[in-house]
């Protein structure tokens, strides 16, 4: 189960918004919820799922 504060970062990766903690980023990374090319973050499939399960993103996104 995610926390809200990795919620909150996978949100502000799927709005593009930069944030100061690339180490929280990059844990998402390593647990599937997004991927890294370069020094850009994505959501995965599993990340947007799981902001969808939690009522964070626009299922019309």
């Known amino acids: 189960m995610l926390t ?3 919620l909150a970062v996978l949100r502000d990766i799927d709005n593009s918004v930069a944030f100061d903690d690339a ?3 990059d844990q998402l990374v390593l647990e599937g919820y997004a991927e890294k090319d370069g020094d850009i ?3 995965t499939s ?3 799922k799981s902001l969808l ?3 964070a993103l626009d299922p019309g996104v």
């Open 4 to 6: 809200e504060e990795q």
């Open 46 to 48: 599993k990340g947007e």
């Open 23 to 25: 180490a929280k980023a």
């Open 53 to 55: 399960d939690n009522g």
């Open 41 to 43: 973050y994505q959501l």
